[in-house]
């Protein structure tokens, strides 16, 4: 095929203009990058080989380095897995990552922002910082003829080409700048700088990496050595690696079992949250292999989606090389396996709880929406998830464990009470929190979305209640000194006016317990689920019928007592639905919710308004 032209896509020439430029201060990190897509095509050459029967040459898998001073190029080759053409278009022409608007926006906002690369899988185009001119040459195993050639001076289009008697592999040769040390950049061609970079952060990279006759990697499996024996940086580096977030993880857990079944397993917590914890595709799991050789990566099976940002390695002593996802969602060793994992990061969070709370502060702030969505997927593990969990609180500022709040528990408590809502702000104004402000009683403040949902999920803690103050009815422990209610018979010719106007928005109306200071509320029967709930289920397409709520009155507001002297003096008053409406609409508001006809609303407002001018 003749030699075509092409453009890249419009955000990969935007980021190849911010590599050119030079944003990065440690320009070492593409020949990582490099041995890193190299690592993986030798893995993947090896995977096939073995699961899919693919004719293959599997004996001396490796990457070599060569480096030519004179003629100032540098090249990597590999003898792994291949491309063919489209996959280089694919792959390299164009970014076929999600998030690649988000990374272009923080590259241009963060200059110095090297963990960037790796994180968004765009490892290849950090390559133009050091080079004008880069080449590829590929060949896909298992696949007859021709390979393909590929060339750009990241200049925005990129050539490509059949390339004859190229052999199974990648090879990239990257024509390097001049030596420039106010740019940091140095001469990629030395010797000793190969050697450092290759030391620094591709030592535990499991194939050789040759220079020449010399292999200049070790090639150690870090969850197979003592932890005595590792440094902090190396396995910094090996998390790096493996998860392509280039700051340090938070947490590093070493796990080994021996007996009937055998597995190590090397995990990392890391320090902040990936761009995409939140989005469906996003690639979550373990990698796994089996006696040292690679098997699989992102394996969901090993963690549960709750636990999605956990990285590391699981490395079986009694697994099947050409075992498949199929048989791993049945294999009861790696149920054994994933049970235990589970329970080791539950116990480590803990563990930082106690023992370095500024840590676990980052942990939860980074996490903690994703740990509580294990409240519904793992009922079996609700107490050690409580037990690491921490909410937002009216007894101050900072984030409560539910162990410091049951210890808080007013004398004669016997529910943790809580209430959700968008924002803290928003929970902390709300009409529902009067009476127990009044009296001192702490509330939880949950603010996530997932939160509508598990507390409904979790029954208890600790042998305490978990209670909405939103829900049913209030009879909190009464204040001696506080003054007796209004029998509700005083009130109910007014109460059963509202409840006939109002009839198609509440299913009852009633005297409240919980109001201080505001006119009314609006309260979920019970055993009904929650407007926020209803609404998100609506969202999802799952239509159902619309749940009333109970309407409630404080009768110690002057609004509520003039309405029902109003209403005793003339029952057919025509302004008095209008401000059964007026007082239905504010409820709903003061709580954060939506009127069914806002303008309709505002006319009877303004209207009212205009009377009292």
């Given at each position: 095929?003749?030699?075509?032209?092409?453009?890249f896509?419009?955000?990969?020439?935007?980021?190849?203009?911010?590599?050119?430029?030079s944003?990065?201060s440690n320009?070492?990190?593409?020949l990582?990058?490099?041995?890193?897509?190299?690592s993986?095509a030798l893995?993947?050459?090896?995977?096939?080989?073995?699961?899919?029967?693919?004719?293959?040459?599997?004996?001396?898998?490796?990457?070599e380095?060569?480096?030519d001073?004179?003629?100032?190029?540098?090249?990597?080759?590999?003898?792994?897995?291949?491309?063919?053409?489209?996959?280089v278009?694919?792959?390299i022409?164009?970014?076929?990552?999600?998030g690649?608007?988000?990374?272009?926006?923080k590259?241009?906002?963060a200059?110095?922002s090297?963990?960037?690369i790796?994180?968004?899988g765009?490892?290849?185009y950090s390559?133009f910082?050091?080079?004008?001119?880069?080449t590829?040459?590929?060949?896909?195993a298992?696949t007859?003829?021709?390979?393909?050639r590929?060339?750009?001076?990241?200049?925005g289009?990129?050539?490509?080409?059949?390339?004859?008697d190229?052999?199974?592999?990648?090879?990239?040769t990257?024509?390097?700048?001049?030596?420039?040390?106010?740019d940091a950049?140095?001469d990629?061609?030395?010797?000793?700088?190969i050697?450092?970079?290759v030391?620094?952060?591709?030592?535990?990279?499991s194939f050789?990496?040759r220079?020449?006759?010399?292999?200049?990697?070790?090639?150690?499996a870090l969850?197979?050595r003592?932890?005595s024996?590792?440094?902090?940086?190396?396995?910094?580096?090996?998390?790096?690696h493996i998860?392509h977030d280039w700051s340090?993880?938070?947490?590093?857990?070493n796990m080994?079992?021996?007996g009937?079944f055998?597995?190590?397993?090397?995990?990392?917590?890391p320090?902040?949250?990936p761009?995409?914890?939140?989005?469906r595709?996003?690639r979550?799991?373990?990698?796994?292999?089996?006696k040292r050789?690679?098997?699989?990566d992102?394996?969901k099976?090993?963690?549960p989606?709750?636990?999605?940002?956990?990285?590391?390695v699981?490395?079986?002593?009694d697994?099947s090389?050409?075992?498949?996802r199929?048989?791993?969602?049945?294999d009861?060793?790696?149920?054994m396996?994933r049970?235990?994992?589970v329970?080791?990061?539950?116990?480590t969070?803990?563990?930082l709880?106690?023992?370095?709370?500024?840590?676990y502060a980052?942990?939860?702030?980074?996490?903690?929406r994703?740990?509580?969505?294990?409240l519904?997927s793992?009922?079996?593990?609700?107490?050690?998830?409580?037990?690491?969990s921490?909410f937002?609180?009216t007894a101050?500022?900072?984030p409560?464990?539910?162990?410091?709040?049951?210890e808080r528990?007013?004398?004669?408590?016997?529910?943790?009470y809580?209430?959700t809502?968008e924002?803290?702000?928003?929970v902390?104004?709300?009409?529902?929190?009067?009476a127990?402000?009044?009296?001192?009683y702490e509330v939880l403040?949950?603010?996530?979305?997932?939160?509508?949902?598990?507390?409904?999920a979790?029954p208890?803690?600790?042998g305490?209640?978990?209670r909405s103050i939103?829900?049913?009815?209030?009879?909190?422990?009464?204040?001696?000194?506080?003054p007796?209610?209004?029998p509700?018979g005083?009130?109910?010719?007014?109460?059963g006016?509202?409840?006939?106007?109002l009839?198609?928005?509440v299913?009852?109306?009633?005297?409240?317990?919980?109001?201080t200071?505001?006119?009314?509320c609006?309260v979920?029967d019970?055993?009904?689920?929650?407007?926020?709930?209803e609404?998100?289920?609506?969202?999802?397409g799952?239509?159902?019928?619309?749940?009333?709520?109970i309407l409630?009155l404080?009768?110690?507001?002057p609004?509520?007592s003039?309405l029902?002297?109003?209403?005793?003096?003339?029952?057919?008053e025509?302004?008095?639905?209008?401000?059964a409406?007026?007082?239905?609409?504010?409820?709903l508001l003061?709580?954060?919710?939506?009127?069914?006809?806002?303008?309709?609303?505002a006319?009877?407002?303004a209207?009212?308004?205009?009377k009292?001018?």
């Amino acid at each position: 095929m003749m030699m075509e032209t092409l453009e890249f896509q419009a955000e990969a020439r935007q980021l190849l203009q911010l590599m050119v430029h030079s944003i990065y201060s440690n320009k070492d990190i593409f020949l990582r990058e490099l041995i890193s897509n190299a690592s993986d095509a030798l893995d993947k050459l090896r995977l096939a080989k073995l699961q899919d029967g693919l004719e293959a040459d599997i004996s001396d898998l490796h990457i070599e380095i060569e480096a030519d001073p004179e003629a100032r190029t540098l090249t990597v080759r590999d003898n792994g897995i291949g491309m063919n053409r489209d996959e280089v278009i694919d792959l390299i022409g164009t970014i076929a990552k999600s998030g690649t608007a988000e990374l272009l926006s923080k590259l241009k906002e963060a200059k110095e922002s090297p963990e960037l690369i790796g994180q968004f899988g765009v490892g290849f185009y950090s390559t133009f910082m050091v080079a004008d001119k880069v080449t590829l040459v590929t060949h896909k195993a298992g696949t007859e003829g021709h390979g393909t050639r590929w060339e750009s001076d990241g200049g925005g289009t990129y050539t490509i080409e059949d390339a004859e008697d190229a052999p199974v592999g990648t090879t990239i040769t990257l024509h390097l700048r001049p030596k420039d040390e106010d740019d940091a950049l140095f001469d990629y061609a030395e010797d000793w700088k190969i050697r450092e970079i290759v030391k620094r952060y591709s030592d535990f990279i499991s194939f050789p990496i040759r220079k020449g006759e010399e292999t200049l990697n070790s090639q150690k499996a870090l969850w197979a050595r003592p932890r005595s024996e590792v440094t902090e940086e190396e396995y910094h580096q090996f998390y790096r690696h493996i998860s392509h977030d280039w700051s340090d993880p938070l947490e590093i857990i070493n796990m080994k079992a021996e007996g009937t079944f055998e597995y190590e397993a090397l995990l990392f917590i890391p320090s902040r949250a990936p761009h995409d914890l939140f989005q469906r595709d996003a690639r979550r799991g373990l990698q796994l292999y089996v006696k040292r050789v690679f098997i699989m990566d992102d394996s969901k099976e090993l963690i549960p989606d709750y636990l999605r940002f956990v990285k590391g390695v699981v490395d079986a002593a009694d697994l099947s090389l050409n075992i498949s996802r199929e048989i791993l969602q049945q294999d009861r060793h790696i149920q054994m396996i994933r049970r235990r994992l589970v329970k080791k990061v539950l116990s480590t969070i803990k563990d930082l709880m106690s023992s370095n709370p500024e840590k676990y502060a980052t942990f939860w702030r980074e996490f903690g929406r994703a740990v509580k969505e294990g409240l519904l997927s793992e009922p079996d593990n609700h107490k050690p998830i409580l037990e690491i969990s921490s909410f937002s609180s009216t007894a101050g500022t900072e984030p409560t464990t539910l162990a410091a709040y049951v210890e808080r528990m007013k004398d004669g408590q016997d529910e943790i009470y809580y209430l959700t809502g968008e924002t803290r702000s928003q929970v902390e104004n709300s009409p529902h929190m009067e009476a127990f402000q009044a009296q001192g009683y702490e509330v939880l403040i949950l603010t996530d979305p997932v939160d509508e949902i598990w507390a409904d999920a979790v029954p208890e803690f600790d042998g305490k209640k978990l209670r909405s103050i939103a829900r049913g009815s209030v009879d909190l422990k009464k204040d001696d000194a506080e003054p007796e209610k209004e029998p509700e018979g005083d009130f109910a010719p007014l109460l059963g006016f509202l409840k006939e106007k109002l009839d198609e928005q509440v299913k009852e109306v009633r005297l409240s317990h919980r109001l201080t200071t505001s006119a009314a509320c609006l309260v979920s029967d019970a055993d009904d689920i929650t407007p926020a709930l209803e609404k998100m289920y609506r969202a999802m397409g799952q239509d159902g019928p619309r749940v009333k709520r109970i309407l409630e009155l404080n009768p110690n507001h002057p609004l509520v007592s003039g309405l029902r002297s109003a209403h005793e003096g003339n029952a057919d008053e025509a302004s008095l639905p209008d401000t059964a409406e007026l007082l239905y609409g504010t409820a709903l508001l003061a709580e954060g919710g939506d009127l069914e006809d806002p303008a309709r609303f505002a006319k009877l407002l303004a209207d009212r308004l205009a009377k009292t001018v």
